[in-house]
């Protein structure tokens, strides 16, 4: 293998040595570049020579700036750009002198679609079957990006750019994410000089957890914080900074909004701008937007509005009380889509301020799948009862209206209006198989050499295609060797061939799609699925080989409204047959539909870094854990065993795990020993001892004893302390699944949101105010 990589090396200089920059012999295909042997000198005294031009790898002389904007959880039938009804000025700007795609296509879920954005890959040859969190043990699906898919960051990178990535990333393997590290794919070591945002796959956006490069940070203080405006903040800055210092020097830019991906965060001076605007229903919403798209031109003026799925009620047949909750539901949807606009809006201002915005290439993709439907039928106050199989009902919800998408809830609105922002297609994210769930609003603007503004573009394109088309416009060849590993080939296709031309043939013609079970293959306007699961549909589907198939033309079918297999039941037998010659080429099978069951790493096969362990020492300092590399105490018995030294006065928290939507914390409060268990934000188990503690060492030990009897039982808990004092209770309920998305698992303080009520909030407020020796949690 040694000697065949010297041959591809040595082969590689002599084919690819090109003149870049008055330097010569710079071949781009091997990364990084290695500049030539230095001169020997033979002179003595170095005033008699002429020092050696500095090797400088700086990027081709006409690359532009580049930024990627990608939203999350956003179809296309949503913003005013596209036919919509939420107003987006900036994307509405941002077409006016570029282009629009229609035919644009995500995978229908966030990690593999970032995935294939960052590298020009499909998401399984990314091992990105599904998300981070459902990762298992075969091949397609390990979420681990492999050395040799190197992403589009580091190839800009290694050719002179500058690179930073603002907001959410969902692209490290679960398991990969402790102080541990490693780190390797994390986004610093994934092309990015800087990062500022979040790791998982959402966040609180009032409480968010942030990394700076691979640090842990507090939020800034800051008037009415949110972070999608700290994002901001930190990227118009860097862009600043970085052209101030090094104005010759292209930046890359990865703006990626944790928006509008649940919980639907924002505040009443932007959601309240859509009171009302929602109470003729999501059925009259899909129509109006229908009618304005095809107005706009975005979508072909035969277009049919495909039905909805059978399980989405009529907004007529409703309640009273259905129709307020679920109308302000979209409300605030409608409210977080404007801000995120807006703060986009603030990035590309400050671009132009700078006086790069011409010469800055601009992809936004409005967004990584289409809208939601996760919330289910009524919507949810906390998007963790999806994750815990706990059913929100709508007589529960009502009161919490008035206080939607504020920070005490953690909100997702009903499937209904998912499938109203997906118009004119019928399903939603998770929907690999529908464009309802990967048919998303696309826009290119870079004025230097986009002229058609307000164009619109047909050509089936894909994420795994913007890779390619930023390398070609950047004059940068594709890399065959990044950091000593050969390169998979990119599996995309630029589409800048249809920058000035927008009749050109279509050159993207196969592209197979699968997610959860749900599949389908494109092929020259082709397009053969199957429907396997809704995204509300958590178990109980069929078996994956007795699926029907479906055939449609999108040529003369935009919205797949008309099934042709009976009429051409060979064309999709031989789509059917291609689909699984595709599916073994790019590692889809086996194909895996279970969703919830694969969070736990037992069952999905993946590497846990907690493997078999039954016990976990820790000790004060150690905070930040999320979920996935912490101790699993859900549906069993587990102590706590505590040693700390108290003061005449002492509070704050021991252990903790969660926060207000879920979790528990071992606390003191005013020198009382206790214990919450906050059972998804709707019910809190307290327990206590019967005296104070006295100052000085002194250890206390929790015990809980799990009922058993299936998942999300409850269970018998005891607080004993070494002076004598103990205290006994019942909990009732335990979250069987999960605890939170961002939440973490914290010794001497509650970093974020607090589980426990009056003990303050933040990691100040919450700190341990005497000395933590050692905790050990063990699971019985």
């Known amino acids: 293998m040694k000697l065949n990589v010297k041959l591809l090396f040595s082969s590689l200089i002599f084919c690819g040595a090109l003149q870049v920059n008055g330097q010569e012999n710079i071949n781009r295909e091997i990364l990084p570049i290695v500049p030539q042997e230095p001169k020997a000198y033979t002179e003595l005294d170095a005033r008699n020579t002429t020092p050696p031009e500095r090797f400088e790898v700086k990027a081709p002389k006409e690359a532009p700036n580049v930024v990627i904007v990608l939203i999350d ?76 898919v190197a992403p589009l960051a580091e190839t800009l990178r290694l050719n002179g750019y500058s690179t930073a990535a603002f907001g959410k990333w969902h692209e490290t393997a679960a398991w990969e994410t402790s102080v541990s590290g490693p780190f390797d794919r994390w986004p610093t070591r994934q092309g990015f000089d800087k990062f500022y945002g979040f790791i998982g796959g959402e966040t609180d956006q009032w409480a968010p957890l942030i990394f700076d490069g691979v640090k842990k940070v507090n939020p800034p203080k800051m008037d009415n914080y949110h972070f999608t405006t700290d994002m901001t903040n930190q990227a118009i800055n860097w862009v600043k900074a970085q052209q101030s210092m090094t104005p010759d020097k292209p930046f890359f830019v990865y703006f990626s909004t944790g928006a509008v991906h649940a919980p639907h965060h924002v505040s009443k001076e932007w959601s309240d701008k859509y009171k009302g605007k929602y109470d003729k229903g999501w059925d009259e919403v ?149 464009f309802g769930g990967t048919r998303t609003g696309m826009i290119v603007h870079y004025p230097e050499k986009v002229t058609d503004g307000k164009g619109i573009r047909e050509q089936f394109t894909h994420a795994i295609d913007i890779a390619p088309t930023i390398l070609e416009v950047a004059g940068l060849p594709e890399p065959k060797v990044v950091n000593g590993v050969p390169q998979t080939p990119i599996e995309g296709t630029s589409f800048a061939y249809t920058f000035d031309n927008k009749d050109a043939a279509e050159r993207h013609t196969i592209q197979y799609f699968e997610l959860f079970g749900n599949r389908a293959l494109y092929l020259n306007g082709w397009y053969a699925r199957t429907l396997h699961r809704a995204p509300w549909e958590m178990k109980g589907f069929p078996k994956l080989e ?178 004598g004092s103990e205290g006994s209770g019942r909990i009732e309920k335990t979250q069987p699944n999960m605890f939170s998305a961002d939440e973490t698992a914290d010794v001497g303080l509650d970093n974020q949101t607090p589980v426990a009520e009056g003990i303050g909030y933040g990691p100040v407020e919450t700190t341990f105010t005497g000395k933590i020796d050692k905790v050990i949690i063990e699971i019985k």
């Open 286 to 434: 899909r129509k109006e937007s229908v009618k304005n798209m095809k107005a706009g031109g975005i979508i072909p003026s035969k277009t049919k509005l495909a039905p909805k799925p059978d399980d989405i009620k009529d907004w007529k047949k409703l309640t009273d009380n259905e129709r307020k909750l679920f109308a302000r539901q979209a409300e605030v949807f409608s409210g977080f889509v404007e801000m995120t606009d807006y703060e986009i809006g603030r990035l590309v201002d400050a671009i132009e301020e700078i006086g790069e915005l011409d010469n800055t290439m601009i992809v936004f993709v409005a967004g990584d799948n289409a809208t939601s439907a996760e919330g289910g039928m009524v919507g949810m106050y906390n998007e963790m009862t999806y994750f815990n199989f706990v059913e929100e009902k709508v007589e529960d919800l009502l009161p919490l209206m008035d206080d939607w998408g504020l920070p005490n809830t953690f909100p997702h609105m009903a499937a209904g209006w998912a499938v109203a922002f997906d118009a004119p297609f019928t399903w939603t994210k998770q929907i690999a198989s529908d």
């Open 546 to 723: 007795e699926d029907v198939w479906e055939l449609y033309d999108v040529r003369n079918d935009f919205s797949l409204t008309k099934n042709l297999a009976k009429k051409y039941p060979k064309k999709l037998k031989e789509m059917q047959d291609l689909f699984m010659a595709e599916a073994e080429k790019y590692h889809v099978l086996p194909i895996d539909d279970r969703v919830v069951e694969r969070t736990n790493p037992a069952i999905a096969g993946r590497p846990d870094i907690m493997g078999g362990r039954t016990s976990l020492k820790l000790y004060e300092g150690m905070e930040g854990m999320m979920e996935n590399t912490f101790i699993n105490i859900k549906n069993r018995s587990f102590s706590i065993d505590a040693e700390i030294e108290v003061k005449e006065n002492t509070n704050g928290v021991i252990l903790t795990q969660g926060g207000r939507f879920g979790g528990w914390c071992l606390y003191v409060k005013d020198n009382v020993p206790m214990f919450t268990y906050n059972f998804l934000g709707l019910e809190r188990y307290v327990i206590s001892t019967d005296q104070k503690l006295k100052p000085g060492k002194v250890s206390i030990k929790f015990d809980f004893k799990y009922d058993g009897g299936g998942n999300g039982k409850g269970g018998d808990a005891t607080i004993s302390v070494s002076d």
């Open 73 to 148: 959880d956003l179809g296309m039938g949503a913003t005013t750009a596209f036919g919509g009804p939420i107003k987006t000025p900036t994307m509405e700007r941002l077409a006016e002198k570029g282009l629009r795609y229609n035919n644009f296509n995500t995978t229908s879920l966030c990690s593999p679609t970032r995935m294939s954005i960052k590298t020009g890959r499909n998401h399984h040859t990314c091992n990105t079957g599904s998300i981070m969190e459902t990762s298992t043990a075969y091949p397609g699906n390990t979420g681990a990006l492999p050395p040799s």
